[in-house]
């Protein structure tokens, strides 16, 4: 057996281990992120109308300050996934999809949401967190997985 083959043969059994969890990674493309919603409550969900998505960037707009246009969003080949925080009394939070798998029966969407650390110093204002991405149409339930954020030093 020439070193070659060896090689090749070992490439296809590396592979072949990444995709045996079962997992396949959808594209996201980020429609709009930022600390400042009209959405109030603390919310992660699938939206896959165009209808929900008027209703939900209306919501959204209401006290954002600025009349940002509705991404657009192609509902046949599309869906978009909502993550919210709900309203904060200071700055210094975030929120971000980070990622969405195939995995089994459900579409898993990791969330990593962040805070400020006790006796920051943050900016003085309400603030309310949202994340929106679109990802490839699925029919299967989402799952909201929690990523752990760094730890801050």
Not at 130 to 149: M, Y
């Amino acid at each position: 057996m020439n070193l070659h083959c060896l090689i090749a043969g070992g490439l296809v059994a590396l592979l072949g281990c990444a995709t045996a969890t079962g997992a396949d990674s959808l594209s996201v493309r980020s429609l709009a992120k930022g600390g400042f919603s009209g959405i109030q409550e603390a919310k992660q969900e699938v939206i896959k109308s165009r209808a929900a998505w008027e209703k939900l960037w209306t919501q959204h707009q209401k006290s954002a300050g600025n009349a940002t246009p509705l991404p657009e969003v192609d509902f046949s080949k599309e869906m978009v996934i909502v993550a919210t925080m709900g309203m904060k009394r200071t700055g210094g939070y975030s929120i971000e999809i980070t990622g969405a798998e195939v995995a089994g029966k459900k579409v898993k969407v990791s969330v990593r949401e962040a805070s400020p650390s006790p006796g920051a110093l943050t900016t003085q204002a309400l603030t309310a967190p949202f994340h929106f991405v679109a990802v490839p149409k699925s029919d299967l339930k989402a799952e909201f997985v929690e990523v752990k954020a760094a730890q801050k030093r």
